[in-house]
């Protein structure tokens, strides 16, 4: 079987990237033969020998992208043509996939968040999108409340809430790596993901502050990219230092991925990441919370958002109100007040981890691509 999968690009370089490397890889493993067309000319190093088309406009390049990117449709028919099935990973691209398939080859298309809504909430780009995402044999969606709202907007075809998106083997294993001297001292609560305000660094950094009334020697971590927006990271050290706790606070910039980042995750007491809805900008579903649960540390997120996909209220960690220190707090002083707790959470979320796993979604996106196929 060959399946072309349509993507911004094959390296692991965002969520969409990312998503593509590691379905396409996998598929290839079980036997499956990955067809590549993207934007982008680089190929990750797991992909190496696997037919690759870099013929695709490249995403957000001025007005009417969409439009424009139907100009390619027959040169991607071309390529579809040869395939047995087309997996759209990346929603911008749904009408050109949609145009440029021919009938006969069974359309499936992965839905994360943003793009899955903004399309539809917009008149003009509706008309495009909402017959292309219609079109789909199989709509594969990242979470239950993405799947929702999509649902709240137009009328959708079969449907399959499909999470996942760890390696849970790295993250079980200890890992060595340069930390302060603090760590394993005192306790210390870490973020992952750009600081900027929809991941609601905000948030965490308040609900710090309370929690430090029952825990004076409190840290708070944060990793992610720092630049791309400055104002929002400047205000966190302003109020940090308003509270006086700056020497607590600690942004350390991005984490080499399977070295520090690991380490980091597995010797915090807590992870969080109360991320805020911005509109239709929303977290899908967040792949770090499932970074946090392999390495067996309990999970603080929020409610109305994909992370509750991803974390079990109660018993991988806690879902929070959006926006809300004080609930956010509650749920930090309740792990770290509890050792027994903490632990069982850190024995459930590897458990869910595993769940949630590359592996397993691979293994069901083979078998969906089998079930179209013989249809």
Known sequence: MRVCYISSQAVAADGWGRYTVEVAAGVRERGIEPVLVTARNELDPRLEGVEHHPVLPPLFSGRATTLRSLLYASALRRIIRSCDVVHCIVEPYAPL?????????????????????????????????????????????????????????????NVEVLPGGVHPEPFAQPVEAKMPAWIGQEPVVFSVGAVKQRKGQHIALEAVAIAREKFPTLHYAMAGNLHGSPAFVERLRHRAEEL????????????????????????????????????????????????????????????????????????TGFLVPQNDPQAAADALIKILGDSALRARMGKAARAHAEQLSWSHLVDRVVEIYHEVTAS
């Open 97 to 157: 996939t949609a145009w440029a398939r021919p009938s006969r080859i069974p359309f499936i298309l992965s839905v994360f968040g943003t793009w899955a809504i903004r399309p539809l909430e917009s008149r003009t780009q509706r008309v495009l999108f909402a017959p292309a995402f219609r079109q789909a044999d199989r709509i594969l969606s990242i979470s239950a409340f993405t799947r929702d709202w999509m649902a709240q907007l137009i009328t959708l075809p």
């Open 244 to 315: 006086g706790i700056e020497e607590y606070v600690h942004f350390l910039g991005q984490l080499p991925p399977y070295g520090g980042l690991i380490a980091w995750y597995q010797q915090s007491d807590v992870f969080i990441l109360p991320s805020v809805n911005q509109g239709s900008s929303f977290e899908g579903l967040g792949f770090v919370y499932l970074e946090a649960e392999a390495a067996g540390t309990p999970a603080i997120g929020t409610l109305n958002c994909g992370a509750t996909e991803a974390i079990v209220d109660g018993e």
